[in-house]
Structure formats: structure tokens, C-alpha cells
């Protein structure tokens, strides 16, 4: 799907679908269910190596996830995360971004607006789709002490709505809005042309975008408020590996 079928989706009111992936198999069969876009995000810091946030989540991870997605994905846009502390300059940012590509990458992602117009239009003259990333920004979790609602005052719309514009013109694709008041994102889709791609911001989205093991209830020991598992893979988990041990216990394996 290329860059410009989105902003068509948007002009058309179609919704785009957007999960997340680090592995193979994963990215496999999403792409094989038919979503638009799969994101190798640095939420792999979480979900998958254990971390407390993303913020100690380095290149040489993100590298190592987005190649093995890569080998999943057939039709849907594969977007990697830039993680923190690789893109501080515009020189940086590029680097890391065709780094990225090289594994497999279609296109990348990293966190900021107007403050990064710079980067992004590194990266976008490069001739790299860009997807932008607003709102709370996860690898500022630590300063910011948590993960808040944003937009909730007229400045900080105000300022959502100009960091939207601002990366538009340098080039973005697309914006990923997250645990953005739902009227302000609304507010910002009907601003620019290019899609939202909401997560915790609300249904007046042109997307939603979820971590994949929060759709599938996969890491149980936290679930963010906004979402509603459609399925307990956890609890599967437990159940068959339950059903292992009594049976090796049992000595009633049967070979077949």
C-alpha cells in the first residue's frame, strides 16, 4: 500500500487498521488477517523484554524485531520505531532511519512535533515515509512522571494542533495521536490532511493502532484502561502449559 492510498482512505472516511508486531509469527498472521499497517514499536520494551518503559530500548533491539517482521509481512506497511537517543539530530535521525530500512522497514516513526520538523524533514527528503508521533509521547514517560491524558487545557490543544501542521508539512504520512482528549484529536483530523491514527484518543480518528499483546489479553499483568481484549491468550497459555505438566507428570504422553 503506498503513502498516498492513506491520505485516499482519510478522503474517503475508510478507517485504517493498525497493530503492533515484533516477531515473525505475529506479524505473519496479522498481515495475513488483512491489517494496513504493522508498527515494530519500541513497546517491545514491555511487552516483550520485560522492561519497565521504552526508554531503555536501544537500535540494535529495534534492528534485531523489525527484521524478523520483515519476513512476516507481505501486503501491509511495515513501520519500525525510532527508539530514544537516535535521532537527537537531523543527521542522526536519518542515519538511524535508512538503518532501519536496510532490516526491512517501509517506513519509521518517531516521537515529537514541531520540536522535530528538522529530523523529519531529513528523513522525508530521503525519500523515507515518515509516520509521525504526538500527544504522550512514551520515551518521556520518565520526565514526565506517567502516562497523561494530553490536550486537556486551550494551550496544550493549541499546541497539538500546530505540532500536527508542522509535521504534515515536513513530510509525515500519517500522525499517531496517543491518550490524546478525544474532541482535541477530532479537532486535529479535520485540521490536515493526512490520517490519525489514534490509540486512547477517542473514535474521531482516521485509524486506531493498538500493542497487539493488549488486543489479544497476551501480556496480562497490565492492561491500558482504553483497551477491551477480544481475546485471553494468557490464560491459553496457562492452560496448556498446565495441561503439559500433568501430563509428563502422569507419564500420559502419547507420541503421535
Known sequence: MGMKDFREMKRRGEKIASLTAYDYPTARLLDESGIDIILVGDSLGMVVLGFEDTTEVTLEM???????VARGVKRALLVADMPIGTYDTPNEALATAKRLVDVGAQAVKLEGGAS???????ITRAGIPFMAHIGM???SVREE???????RTQTEADALIADAKA???????SIVLEIVL??????ISEAIAIPTIGIGSGENCDGQILVTHDLIGLF????PKFVSPEARVAEEIRKATTAFIERTRNGSHNIK
Open 116 to 122: 522535530h520538523v528538522a529530523q523529519i524533514e531529513a
Open 220 to 223: 496480562p499483568w497490565f492492561t
Open 62 to 68: 529495534m534492528l534485531h524485531h523489525t527484521a524478523a
Open 137 to 139: 509521547l512514551p520515551q
Open 167 to 173: 509535521v504534515e508539512q515536513a513530510g509525515a504520512f
Open 182 to 187: 478525544p474532541d482535541v484529536a477530532r479537532r
Open 145 to 151: 512522571g506517567g502516562y497523561k491524558v494530553k490536550g
